[in-house]
C-alpha cells in the first residue's frame, strides 16, 4: 500500500500547485496531505450517556477526557501525541485560544475561561501520551441529545454532507439499538468512503458491567446480548463487529492508584457475610458503618472511579490472588473487555489505516474537483481513476462492504470464506486463511493452494454472473498476497 500512499500524496501535491491561488481549495488540500500523514483517526461516537469519555480515557491510559456534563463535553476534541501538552481551542468563524493545562485530582481540568461552549469550534489536546503515536483519538457530543445544537456538532463534524469524514474509522458505543444509533452508522458508512465502499465502524455494547445489575457475571450477560446484536443483519451491514466493554472499570483499571488497591484489600479481608452485606446495593455500601475502616467518603470515591460492579470485582480478584495493584490493574482490564477493542482497533483498523485514508482523500479530492473545476483537471481524474482501480486494499474494502450491505450469489460457505480471506476477520495472514496463529509452513501451503484451487473454479464458471466472478478475482489477489507475505517472512 506504500505505493499507493505516495501516488495520493503526489496527485494531492499536483491539486496543490493548480489550487495554489484559491486559499480555500489550498487549504483543504493542506488538509489531505496532513491527513495522509498523520496516525490513524478513531472517532468516539454514541448516543449521550453512553460512556463514550471513559472508554477513551481507557484507552489514552489517563484521565484527560472530561466525564461530566460540562461544558467540554459539548465540543469535538482531538488528541494527539506531542512531546509537551498543549491545549488549543478553535475558535468558530477563525482563530485560535490556547487554554491552560492543569490537573485536579489525578484528572485533566479543561478551563473555558470566558468562552463558551458555541463559541468554540472545537478543541485539539496535545498529550504526551504513548497510546496517542499511533492513533489520533476525538471525542465527540452525544448523538441524539435533547439540544439540537449538541447533536449536530457530532453529526456534521463525523457525517458531513459532501466532503469526507474527518475520522477514518470509529468507535460507536450503543447500550440497545436504537433507531438513532442506525441512522448515524448509515450515514458514517456512506460519508467515510463514499455509498457502500467501506464498513469502517465496531458497534460497542457499553457499560456492560450494568447490564446486569452490578453482579459479577454482568459481563457474561453482555457478551450474550453482544452475539445477538452481532447477529442482527442490519447492524452487521454497518459495524464490523460488536464488542462488550465496561468502560468505567477500564478506565478505572488503567488508573488505578495504591490507595484504591489498599481499599480493595481491606474489602477482600473482611468477613464473606460482612462483605457481601456491604456490597448488596450502592445504599449498603455507601451507609456509614463499623464494619470497615473505610470512610464513606473513601468509598463513594470507590463507587465514582469504578462502580459497584467494579467494586465487586475488584475485592474478588484480590481474593482471587490479585497481590500488587499492578496485577489487580492487569486482571481488572483483562475482564472489561478494553484488550478486545484495542486488538480490534490494531487487526481491522490501524491495518488497514493507509487504505481507509487513501479513500476518503480520493472521494474528497473528486469533490474539490465537481465543485471547483479548473482547466488542467482531467489529468487529476485519470489518476484518481487509476488509483482506485489499481489499489488492491481499496477493493477489499469495497468487497467487505458489499459483502456485508447484499447477498452474494455464492454460498452461504463460500461468502463467509470469501469475507475471511479479504480481512473480514483481520488482516494478518492466519486470520485470513482460517488457521490458527501457530499453524505450521505446511499447512499454510495446504491451506493457500486448496483456497487458491477454490476460487479458480468459481471464477471461471460460465454459470456464474460478471460480479460473482469478479469477486472471485479479488478474494485470489487477497489469497496470493497472503502467499507473498509468508513467503517473505520466510514462514511458507
Known sequence: MHGTHAEVTAVVDTARELYADDPASAAVLDGFRSRLREPLRLAVAGMVKAGKSTVLNALIGERIAPTDAGECTRMVTWYRYARSARITAHLEGGGEVRLP?????GSLVMDLGTLTADEVAWIDVAWPAESLRSTVLIDTPGIASLSQRISERSTSFLTPARTPSEADAILYLLRHIHASDVTFLEAFRDTAAGQAQAVNAVALLSRADEIGSGRIDSLLSAARIANRYRADSELRSLALEC?????????????????????FCELADLERSVRDRLLISVDRFVRPTKDTTLGV????????????FGVRLGAALVRGGARTSSQLAERMVQQSGLIDVQRFVSEQFRSRAVALKTRAVLQGLEWLIDENPRAGSSPLRRALER?????????????????????????PEDAVDAERI?????TNAMARLGLHPDATPAESRARIATAVDHWRVIGESPLRDRTSAELARVVIRSIEGVASELSGSGQS
Open 387 to 411: 488509483i482506485a482501480s489499481n489499489s488492491h486494499q481499496l477493493r477489499e474494502l469495497g468487497l467487505l462492504a458489499e459483502l456485508r450491505t447484499s447477498i452474494p450469489e455464492l454460498a
Open 101 to 105: 493545562v492543569a490537573r485536579s485530582s
Open 422 to 426: 479479504i480481512g473480514g476477520s483481520g
Open 297 to 308: 467518603t473513601e468509598r463513594r470515591r470507590l463507587l465514582d472511579r469504578f462502580g459497584l
Open 243 to 263: 464488542i462488550p466493554v465496561a468502560g468505567l472499570l477500564a478506565e478505572g483499571a488503567r488508573t488505578l492508584r495504591e490507595r484504591e488497591f489498599a481499599a
